[in-house]
């Protein structure tokens, strides 16, 4: 059967359609509240976003993220061709190896960023929703009439996310295995009936672990939760409970981690997003090596600076700033916010922000456009959270 069916539903006076992940009726039984996120129907929370939040945070929670994009790459020029499209290294990856890289354009702006996964004979890479069908484009185009393989496995495919202090342990049987798997490595799993990838990746700041499975095999996953959940309330552990997108992106903000469209778009190049450490500016010094897309322009900003700079801002009162606000310093403007909320585990406001290079340094107060009266901000190190180092 299809990965997903499509299903109309109303957006604002007309109507499209969206599409439905394996998990949809999964959601729909957990009585999820269900949004447009880039042509999917998506779950935004099931109770509430700051109770989902907390339950990530202490526990364990379960994210449907089925929507991301995952690209197959096969054949003699695969890795030539992830060699030019992404700012990490791949050639020196071994089976098994997860990398966060970029893709750029020439200017050095980011057309997404991704996850890059060595395997036997073949690549994987888990792209963003939005950006699925232009990465597929590009990269096909890149690549031209060289002998390799792009395969869109989005639609024969799931993907969730296990994240929190207390998921491994939920594991049941597999909890020992997944338990050795380093950060950013996979392992594939072939258990009777249920074929697994699982990798020690996540985006919210815990611990965690990220699984794709054939779309076939999603009502079995949702059998086996269930039974890891009964056996964790047996052991009087919390449940692993279903969380929405509007948690995964307070858990990722307090996490410091860019979101596409906010810290990161095709006008924002990586180094002003701080994200040095995803970029090898040396990749043309390789013996068989070739300059990324964009190498050129972000090795002048590595050398003269880059355009913007992306700080974190700790911010007065309660009330929860939104992208593109002002930011200001003596009245001038500087900047503005990329993304902002009332953070549900520190218990104020923050917000990370695009300003002037040289503007501001950590403990400088600047002012956020909040309404008639602009608010006070301090300038803090990103993140703002990170796990407690007794965590795994």
Not at 15 to 42: C, I, K, N
Not at 48 to 72: A, K, P, Q
Not at 107 to 121: F, K, N, W
Not at 326 to 347: D, M, N, R, Y
């Amino acid at each position: 059967r299809d990965a997903v069916m499509p299903v109309p539903m109303a957006v604002g006076s007309g109507s499209h359609t969206l599409l439905r992940t394996p998990f949809y009726d999964f959601h729909a039984a957990h009585q999820a509240r269900f949004v447009d996120f880039a042509g999917w129907e998506m779950p935004i929370l099931y109770t509430s976003i700051i109770e989902e939040h907390r339950h990530v945070r202490t526990s364990g929670g379960l994210f449907d993220v089925s929507h991301m994009g995952r690209l197959e790459f096969k054949g003699r020029y695969a890795r030539r061709l992830l060699e030019r499209a992404l700012t990490r290294r791949v050639s020196d990856m071994e089976e098994g190896q997860c990398r966060y890289a970029l893709v750029c354009n020439e200017a050095g702006g980011v057309l997404d960023d991704v996850i890059v996964s060595r395997m036997d004979e073949r690549w994987l890479l888990v792209v963003n929703a939005s950006n699925r069908k232009k990465i597929v484009r590009h990269l096909r185009e890149l690549a031209g009439d060289q002998p390799v393989e792009i395969k869109d496995l989005t639609l024969g495919t799931a993907m969730v996310a296990l994240q929190g202090p207390d998921v491994i342990r939920h594991l049941g049987p597999l909890a020992d295995s997944v338990g050795k798997i380093k950060r950013y490595r996979f392992r594939e799993y072939d258990i009777p009936g249920l074929k697994l990838m699982v990798s020690r990746t996540g985006y919210t700041g815990e611990d965690g672990i990220e699984v794709i499975l054939s779309a076939d095999h999603a009502p079995m996953a949702v059998n086996m939760i269930g039974k890891f959940n009964a056996k964790a309330r047996e052991e009087g552990l919390p449940e692993a409970r279903p969380i929405g997108l509007g948690a995964r992106d307070t858990l990722r903000m307090e996490a410091g981690m860019p979101l596409y469209g906010h810290e990161l778009s095709e006008s924002i190049d990586p180094i002003s997003a701080g994200l040095d450490f995803a970029i090898n500016l040396d990749k043309d010094e390789d013996a068989q090596g070739e300059p990324f897309i964009g190498q050129d322009v972000l090795k002048r900003y590595q050398a003269k600076g880059s355009p913007k700079r992306l700080v974190g801002l700790k911010l007065e009162g309660r009330r929860s700033p939104r992208q593109g606000m002002a930011i200001q310093k003596a009245g001038q403007p500087i900047g503005e916010v990329t993304s902002g909320c009332l953070s549900p585990t520190l218990g104020f406001p923050i917000a990370m922000a695009l300003i002037q290079p040289g503007a501001a340094e950590v403990g400088d107060t600047l002012e956020v456009a909040l309404g008639r009266q602009p608010v006070p901000a301090e300038v803090v190190k990103l993140p703002f959270y990170k796990r407690p180092s007794k965590q795994t």
